[in-house]
């Protein structure tokens, strides 16, 4: 038996400056799809994966995320004396679900440098982490970090979650090179390239937001001489973590959203706005009549 997955981190202390002018002020994570936070998404993903505390990344700019997660009864009961039972329950819901700590990340010095300061709240357990700003939706079937808890239970390796991307999209990401083919969906990972053109890419399978990673990657991210920009990639300490213990990728199964970029956004706000049976028949209609003009 392998140490439980009980702790999620949730990266959300970036400067998201694809999407100004809303992230002035607005932490990204916070924007809606429809009416429910991206980050709650990400919650409700890491909850029912089996996670007990979710450690979230945050820094001084980004404290509304606080505010969203945090117990306010008084408002709680200003709804119920107003009737609004369902409002009350659903922000209650929010401050209840899970256990939530915060840790700060007080300069922006990427990725790696965002996990490594987790590095005494998450212990010496592994740990899923849940990039803020990628929506993975698998309806009917097991969520992408259950999937990946479940390669873990099997492995007790480091799991890094990834799906195959147009051949035109493989230069924006980290591109997974196995040691072997996929068998059951997963291989183990003999190496990493950090935004390859096509042509010298090894597969076209790119991380996109999921990693279960053992704790031993803090040594790893401890290690790891700041790249571009003065950036400590989690990439190149997943690389160094890969040669001296096995780290698996698995091909998840779910669709992507990347909601940190205008487009992805858009395309998710239409898709979970045609899922909900109060919006449906009236988003339909609209679009019809967009494309009858
Ligand atoms: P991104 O690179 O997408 O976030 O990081 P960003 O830097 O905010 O985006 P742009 O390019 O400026 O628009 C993926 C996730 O990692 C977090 C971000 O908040 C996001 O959820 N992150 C990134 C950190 O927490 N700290 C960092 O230093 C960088």
């Given at each position: 038996m392998y140490?439980?997955?009980r702790k999620a981190v949730i990266p959300a202390a970036g400067l998201g400056t694809r999407f100004l002018p809303a992230t002035k002020a607005l932490a990204k994570e916070m924007l809606?799809?429809?009416?429910?936070?991206?980050?709650?998404?990400?919650?409700?993903e890491a909850v029912r994966a089996g996670v007990e505390e979710i450690i979230l990344i945050i820094s001084k700019a980004k404290e509304d995320i606080k505010k969203h997660f945090s117990r306010e009864e008084e408002y709680?009961?200003?709804?119920?004396?107003?009737?609004?039972?369902e409002e009350a329950n659903i922000i209650k819901e929010i401050a209840t679900r899970a256990k939530i700590t915060y840790v700060y990340?007080?300069?922006?010095?990427?990725?790696?440098?965002?996990?490594l300061c987790t590095k005494e709240?998450?212990?010496?357990?592994?740990f899923i982490v849940i990039l803020g700003d990628d929506l993975i939706i698998n309806e009917g079937g097991d969520n992408v970090s259950t999937q990946m808890v479940k390669v873990y239970n099997e492995t007790g390796a480091s799991v890094i979650g990834c799906q195959e991307v147009l051949p035109e999209n493989v230069s924006k990401y980290g591109i997974m090179a196995l040691k072997s083919e996929l068998?059951?969906?997963?291989?183990?990972?003999?190496d990493m390239v950090e935004k390859p053109a096509l042509e010298v890419a090894p597969s076209r399978l790119a991380c996109l937001g999921r990693y279960l990673l053992t704790p031993g990657i803090f040594d790893e991210l401890e290690n790891t001489k700041p790249g571009k920009g003065g950036e400590i990639q989690l990439t190149d300490a997943i690389k160094t973590l890969a040669q001296k213990e096995d780290v698996y990728v698995y091909d998840f199964i779910g669709r992507r959203y990347d909601v940190g970029d205008k487009y992805?956004?858009?395309?998710?706000?239409?898709d979970f706005a045609l899922k909900r049976d109060d919006m449906r028949d009236k988003v339909l209609n609209h679009i019809k009549e967009l494309l009858n003009k």
């Open positions: 140490k439980r997955v809606p799809i429809v009416d429910i936070p991206t980050l709650d998404y990400q919650v409700n709680e009961n200003y709804l119920l004396s107003k009737g609004k039972v990340q007080n300069e922006m010095l990427g990725l790696g440098h965002a996990i709240a998450v212990g010496n357990e592994p068998k059951d969906r997963k291989a183990l990972l003999s992805g956004f858009v395309e998710a706000t239409i």
